[in-house]
C-alpha cells in the first residue's frame, strides 16, 4: 500500500511539471484535425477471413423442431426435450421459473403478439431468468423482471445472440456473458440493476449495440475481455455510463481492443447503488465513461453530456479506491485514443480527488476528460475541444476515425467449446463464481482467499453450501443457489475454488 502511495505523490508531481508546461503550450494555436475524412484505425483485431459477418451465430447444426411453450406450461420442460437445431418459441403470457440450457444450438424465442411478451418474472424470489452453457445459443425477445441475481447470464458458450429483450429490476446483472467467443449483444432495454445492466466478462469478439441502459450502477461493463465493439447505445441515469476495465484477481487477466464509438451517454449521476465492497461501488457518480487499466480503448462520435464527474474517466489500478493489485495484470490504462466526441457539462460537481488533481495544473471548472495514473501511447485529436486534466502527454492520434472496422464478430463462429469432465471443476468457477468471486478482492461475494481461510480443504462443506446458500454477511447480498448444477460439478468447483492461488 506504502508503495501506491508514493507511487501517487511521483505521478502527482510529474502531472505537475507535465500539466505547467502543457499550460506554457496552451497558448499556441491548436492543432484542428478536419472531422471528415482522414485516415481509419490500422489496428486492432485481424479476422483470419476477410469479410465482415452480421451475425454471430453460425448456419445451424440440423434443422430442428419447432416446440411451442404455452401460458401455464414450463420453458424448462421444453428445454429438457429439446435437441440441438431445435427452436423454442414462447408465447405470450408470465413464467415464473428458472431456465437452464446445457445444450448446443438451442434458439430460445418469445412470441410478442400485440406488444404482449413472454414474460419471466421472478417474484422477487427466484435467482436467475435465463442461464446457459451450450454453443451458439440464441435468446430473444424476452421480458424478464424481478429476479435476484441475473437476467440472462451465459457461462463458457461461444457463439450466441441476445436480442430485443427487456430486462428490468432483476438484481446483480441484467444481461451478463462470461467466458464466452463471438457474441452479439443488441436492441434489449436494461433498467434497474445494482451492478452491471450488460456485463461482458472475460469474453472476446464481442458485439454491444442499438441497447438502453439506465437506472442501473453500470450500464455497459467490458471486463476483462478484447476485441469488443460498443456503438450506438443508449446509457443514461446509470452510475456511470459505458466502462472498460480489468478487475484484478480474475484467472483472466487483460483488457484490450475495445472500441467504444457512437453512443448518446447522458445523466450518468445516479448515485451508487452497488453493493459495498464490490468493483462497481467504486464507480463515482457522474462518470459517462471510464477506462481503467485497460489497453487500446478508442473513444469516438459519442456524445456525452451532463456528468458531475467527468465525462471521460481514465485510470490505473493504483488510483482505483478499495482495489487489491494484483501482480498479474498490468495496472496501467496504456493507449487510450480518444477521437471526436461531442462534450459538454461534464465535471461540474466533481469529486475532491479529481478536483485536488485537476488543480496541480491550475485547472478548475468543468471537465470532460480526467486521466490519472500512467499511461503509455495514448492520443487525442483536437484536445481543445474539451476541458481536460492529465493528458498532457497524450500525443496526437495518427487517425481519425475507425470507419474500416465493422465488427469484430468470426465469420463462420468461434469453434464450439467442449468442456472436458476435468475441466468441469475450471469452467464452472470461470462461468459462474467468478461473476461474484475474485481472489483477493470483494466483487459481489467475499474474496476466494477468505473462503479458502475458513473452509482449508472442506470442498464437500463448500458444495453443500453452494448447493443452498444462506445469509451469513449483513453486509453482502444473498447468494444464489447453484442448486441447477449437478452434485459432481458442486464438488469440482468446490475443490478447484480451494486450489486457486491468485
Ligand atoms: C451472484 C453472485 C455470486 C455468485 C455467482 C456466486 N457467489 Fe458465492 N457468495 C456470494 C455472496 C454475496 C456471498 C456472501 C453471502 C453471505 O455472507 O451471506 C457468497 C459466499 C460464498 C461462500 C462463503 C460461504 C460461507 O460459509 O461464508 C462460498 C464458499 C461461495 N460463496 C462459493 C461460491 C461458488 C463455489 C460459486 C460458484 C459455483 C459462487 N459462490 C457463486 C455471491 C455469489
New binding site residues.
Partial sequence: MNRTKTLGVLIVLAAFIGGWQWGQQGNDTPQITSSVGGASFAGGFQPESGDAVNTALPARSAIGQTLVVNPGESIQAAVETAQPGDTIQVMPGIYSETVYIDKNDIHLVGVIQAGERATLDGLGKLNDAILYSGNNILIENFKITRYK?NGIMSQAGNNFEIRNNIVIDTG?YGIFPQLGTNGLIEHNVVSGIADAAIYVGMSDNIHVAHNEVFDSVAGIEIENSRHAIVENNYAHHNTGGILAFITPGLPIKTTYDVIIRNNFILDNNTPNFGAPGSTVAGIPAGTGILVMAADDVIIEGNIIVNHKVAGILINDHGNASGLTLDPGADPNADRVMILDNVMHNNGYETIDEVRAFALTELHTGDIDIFQIGPSDGSCIINRHRYHHVGIGDFGECDFTNTDSIHNYLLAGGAKPRVIEPAERGEI??LG??A???AYNNVL???AVKD?QA??ADNAKG?AS??NA?F???PE?????A?NY?DAETQLA??RY?LTLDK
Fill in positions: 441475481g446483480i464452472a468457477y459462474i463464481c461473476g461474484c468471486h459481489i461475494g467475499p473462503i475458513m473452509y463448500i453450501y453452494i446458500p445469509k451469513i454477511r453482502y447480498p444473498e447468494m444464489p447453484q448444477l468447483v468446490a475454488l
